[in-house]
């Protein structure tokens, strides 16, 4: 009988064991995309792509037993040769290669000229040819920002004893009220697609009393413009015990200053490719919602027309006052008018007009709806009320207060976004895998 | 202005502060909920459910500013006290209550006795009550594990080179084929649930050439028995170069060693609470498909009925046959018949009627699916006619293999079916938060 063991060793080697000094000079084994072939008579430089980044070969005429000329881009390959220092190649090192092995080759050469340093195409056509566009250097370097995220949030939080869960996306009912969903028939009822988490992770507290989850959420919301998607990466926590809804700020700030630390340390090659410089987050202001909109009317000699609203051009210039007044690039905006927020935010005591909930601005972006909840049933019942809602359909949500929960809150981060910001983006289509809009449901 | 700088020290303690010796004596504040309360006249026992583990106070006449008869189960609460040692309390530690602030009262209690060990109910009153029957310690205890494998998969994965990815869960056509698949209207335009992310973790190993997402699927399959779901988490990974499809294999073991050490180290409460021998992972047999129904036909008498599939019955003695003969938890079954794979599977060269591909059994129930798959743009094109199969809605991933992709496979694991088996549960909806079946969309 045969058995396996785990992973073992391979002949190749990737690009961080290239980089070993003790190799040079040394005979290697490299795979790797062809990324670009630059024939320059007796002598072509091949750049592979590898994971880690990438790699210059050089083929010789006369050393190399295969021609350059015969190498199409995009071909998967594995050459052997010699590593060899070279200042001018990426990382400072090439290989002399002797002899290649062709893995896989294509039978059309791709739409874009993904060896570019930068593509030079529309945002339509990098998404219209999407498993070429994603293969440039930049492009690729965004999505591994955004994995950094992504794990700076869990590592964060599990230091922080929360625990992970995974609630389902197909329901009875959505969290947020009835518009904006979208409708599918589950054997033959009506169910929805989850806009977000919001009810399980509350349900959830009383078990855990911190919980996360990273997991798509689904808004049929029929807006066409740079910042919304129709399906996107919420990273979502929820937190028992809160002194006040200051907690989960502070808690949110520990995870931006965790993530841009993981990002400095583990992810350098990708900021350096994308020329980035990470946002402040030692300290981020924070200020009520109609402070903001004072400041900025005074600052900016703009007439406050609604003074329960925010206007985007009001969160963008709250950012640049923020900016240019304290050099933050987060600012907390908190204390939003009840009307604006779903029933279960905490309004607050003082000032039942406002809630205890926060949004979190990025350079003038909202990137996070958060806010303490109505933990006593009986308030929550009669927030609905007021609201004319039915609980119908909500009977176990509603149940987990009637048996007890701890004050609590929470809050939900537009991964996406928070790319787009971090990547200097204007447009979240950029940082998003595969966008899902009011009119694209492809690749 | 106001700054927030992070998480500020709290004046309550955690239960792993509590262990802390030197704490004995001292005065301590902690919160919880109740969990339980044992009234023994001047005496009375109040267990704290807190998300480290139970922890219990005693609160006497006299001494204790609160009358433990006017506390009731599932309040939350803050008490502050002193710690004491009882080698009969868990942990060995006991708080010796002074005050008592209640934060939380329920309005009624649950329909579940949450304080006792085991919950002693039917699957589907805990399903029924599920915010309820989650804050049993054992139940819960489950998820806990479950966090751990998801953990465990993700930071192996790392450790590999692998990148995270996040692919949409609406699209226009499913993975696997047309049934199966939920339906939905997206703005007009009919739209599915994903299967898997099978087409985009292929694109994606183009760019990165190793990629892994952790993220629920759906499938409306008709089945209700106790091993499927209608929507799970999916464990799934994809890595390029591979030389053969026992590479997969290799990498499958050396997740399921690095996760056992990791609920080991962290998981050890969890671990006791459910009193879990942990599988062998150490070494895994690998044996053919049709050799494995041999050998199961051999020993127990059993006629081979259909030599290119596998019943369920036939499944459960493959595992039973390597426990016996091998002392094995796992079992790698490989070369599963062409027919019964999706028309992206490698076919084996040597024998095009099974292929490069491979089931993980866990004593006797399928956890994982997996193989190479095709690489080579003619070839696929070919599969797809032979099957009498439409380009159709594929052209962006049919591109993917025209622009070139290395040699590739990957697989994906049910969690909530590791999770099962790992518990030693025999229903997959016990370790399923919030199970989605044919009957159930609630809660």
Chains 1, 2 share one sequence.
Not at 87 to 105: D, T
Not at 135 to 140: A, D, G, P
Request: hydrophobic share 35%; with cysteine.
């Amino acid at each position: 009988m045969e058995f396996l063991r785990g992973v073992t060793p391979k002949e190749t080697v990737e690009l961080e064991e290239l980089l070993d000094a003790s190799r040079l000079g040394c005979e290697v084994k490299v795979n790797g995309m062809v990324h670009t072939v630059r024939d320059m008579g007796e002598l072509s430089f091949v750049v592979l792509r590898k994971r880690g980044g990438l790699l210059q070969c050089i083929f010789e005429e006369g050393f190399t037993q295969y021609d350059a000329k015969a190498l199409r881009e995009e071909s998967a390959v594995e050459v052997t040769g010699l590593l060899e220092q070279d200042a001018r190649a990426p990382h400072g090192i090439e290989v002399r290669v002797k002899e290649v092995k062709v893995l896989s080759v294509p039978y059309d050469a791709p739409p874009l000229s993904i060896g570019k340093w930068k593509l030079g195409t529309s945002l339509e056509a990098k998404l219209n040819y999407r498993s070429a566009s994603l293969r440039n250097v930049r492009e690729r370097a965004k999505f591994r920002i955004q994995e950094g995220i992504v794990r700076g949030f869990r590592d964060y939080l599990y230091s922080q004893q929360f625990t992970e869960i995974h609630t389902p996306k197909i329901g009875s009912k959505g969290a947020e009220g009835g518009s904006n969903v979208f409708k599918l028939e589950y054997f033959h009822r009506p169910a929805v697609l989850a806009q977000s988490p919001q009810f399980y992770k509350q349900m959830m507290v009383g078990v855990y009393d911190r919980v996360f989850e990273t997991a798509p959420v689904f808004r049929a919301e029929k807006h066409n413009t740079k910042r919304h998607l129709n399906e996107y990466t919420s990273l979502d926590f929820e937190m028992g015990y809160i002194d006040s809804f200051e907690d989960i700020m502070k808690m949110e700030t520990g995870f931006l200053q965790y993530t841009m630390r993981l990002l400095e340390r583990e992810y350098a090659q990708e900021l350096q490719i994308l020329n980035l410089t990470l946002p402040k987050t030692e300290e981020i202001p924070m200020v009520r919602f109609d402070r903001a909109k004072e400041l900025v009317a005074g600052k900016y000699s703009r007439k406050i027309r609604n003074p329960y609203d925010l206007e985007p051009e009001e969160e963008t210039l709250i950012g640049q006052y923020f900016k240019e007044e304290y050099d933050a690039d987060f600012v907390f905006v908190t204390h939003y008018p009840s009307k604006k927020r779903p029933f279960y935010a905490m309004d607050d005591p003082a000032d039942p007009r406002f809630t205890l909930s926060f949004d979190l601005l990025f350079h003038g972006l909202e990137i996070t709806t958060g806010g303490q909840r109505i933990h006593d049933y009986r308030m929550l019942l009669d927030k609905l009320a007021a609201r004319g809602m039915t609980e119908e359909g909500m009977e176990q949500y509603l149940a987990t207060f009637k048996y007890g929960l701890p004050p609590h809150g929470g809050l939900g981060i537009g991964l996406e976004r928070l790319t787009m910001k971090l990547c200097g983006e204007e447009n979240v289509r950029e940082t998003t895998l595969f966008p899902r809009d009011l009119s694209r449901l492809e690749p």
